[in-house]
């Protein structure tokens, strides 16, 4: 053996001139975009370490995600699907609203609503928030 040359290293055979740790930050931002492109997006929210081990278990169960999307259309509104809504909403910038909040702009600013022109959807969307918190009445 020569100076300056290193003894073979028995392991794993070199694929790459890269070192492994630019190798592994490739293969992360290959992955990063792989998943942008499928519409993935990273959300990161603290919670309690028994609700995000439920949460991060659940998320494994087929069909979740869909029943997730379901809860968080009922609980939330989107503001931009409703004409009437995103006039009354003017001065807010969150594109969210809760239920109970779409509600209460419905209600305490109906004189601004346009009646003639609600669409069917929008239309439902008013008769389910004033049976849920409402009692089936529009307190006008």
Same mark, same amino acid.
Request: aromatic letters at 8%.
């Given at each position: 053996?020569?100076?300056?040359?290193?003894?073979?290293?028995?392991?794993?055979? &070199?694929?790459?001139?890269?070192?492994r740790?630019?190798?592994l930050? %490739? +293969?992360? =931002?290959?992955?990063?975009? @792989? #998943?942008?492109?499928?519409?993935?997006?990273?959300?990161q929210?603290?919670?309690?370490?028994?609700?995000?081990?439920?949460?991060?278990?659940?998320?494994?169960?087929?069909?979740f995600?869909?029943?997730?999307?379901g809860?968080?259309?009922e609980?939330?509104?989107?503001? &931009?699907?409703?004409?009437?809504?995103?006039?009354?909403?003017?001065? %807010? +910038?969150? =594109?969210?609203?809760?239920? @109970? #909040?779409?509600?209460?702009?419905?209600?305490?600013?109906?004189?601004?609503?346009?009646?003639?022109?609600?669409?069917?959807?929008?239309?439902?969307?008013?008769?389910?928030?004033?049976?849920?918190?409402?009692?089936?009445?529009l307190?006008?």
């Open positions: 053996m020569q100076a300056g040359n290193k003894p073979a290293r028995p392991g794993r055979p &070199r694929v790459s001139r890269l070192p740790a630019e190798q930050r %490739r +293969a992360k =931002r290959g992955q990063r975009q @792989r #998943d942008r492109e499928a519409g993935f997006v990273l959300c929210f603290k919670l309690k370490q028994p609700l995000a081990e439920s949460l991060r278990r659940a998320l494994a169960i087929p069909g995600d869909a029943e997730l999307r809860f968080l259309d609980a939330l509104v989107d503001v &931009r699907e409703y004409t009437n809504l995103r006039l009354l909403c003017w001065n %807010r +910038a969150d =594109r969210w609203l809760t239920e @109970r #909040d779409a509600f209460g702009l419905y209600e305490g600013n109906w004189r601004f609503v346009d009646q003639a022109n609600l669409s069917d959807r929008e239309r439902g969307l008013i008769e389910r928030l004033a049976a849920k918190y409402g009692n089936g009445l307190n006008v």
